[in-house]
């Protein structure tokens, strides 16, 4: 099992940034892939981005596109989302999770508890 814990959410101003972090630790590599997710009041919980520990697989969804960056640091077992020019509609809890990537697939097996993120218009 992977623990994993967030930070760097709050609030902040339309056209603003934020930059998350994902702690990983434990059975770390019993996974070779991290994501974000976000679930936004009365919606479903959607992947945001996700990417492979050796970095050569990344993911967005095109909402965020151009806007979000995902990297990790494999030195400090720890991921992160740069989010730019952030919009109201990005506000959200946002989760990290681990989990197994082969091919296009991904399962994911472990979840943070989450961090909000509002953005104020």
């Known amino acids: 099992q992977v623990r994993l814990v967030e930070s760097g959410g709050g609030l902040v101003q339309a056209g603003g940034s934020l930059r998350l972090s994902c702690a990983a630790s434990g059975r770390t590599d019993s996974s070779n892939a991290m994501g974000w997710f976000r679930q936004a009041p009365g919606k479903e919980r959607v992947l945001v981005a996700h990417i492979t520990w050796s970095g050569d697989n990344t993911y967005y969804a095109n909402s965020v596109k151009r806007r979000f960056t995902i990297s990790t640091d494999n030195t400090k077992n720890t991921m992160y989302l740069q989010m730019n020019s952030l919009k109201p509609e990005d506000t959200a809890v946002y989760s990290c999770?681990?989990?197994?990537?082969?091919?296009?697939?991904?399962?994911?097996?472990?979840w943070g508890q989450g961090t909000q993120v509002t953005v104020s218009s």
């Open positions: 999770a681990a989990g197994i990537n082969v091919g296009s697939a991904t399962s994911w097996t472990s």
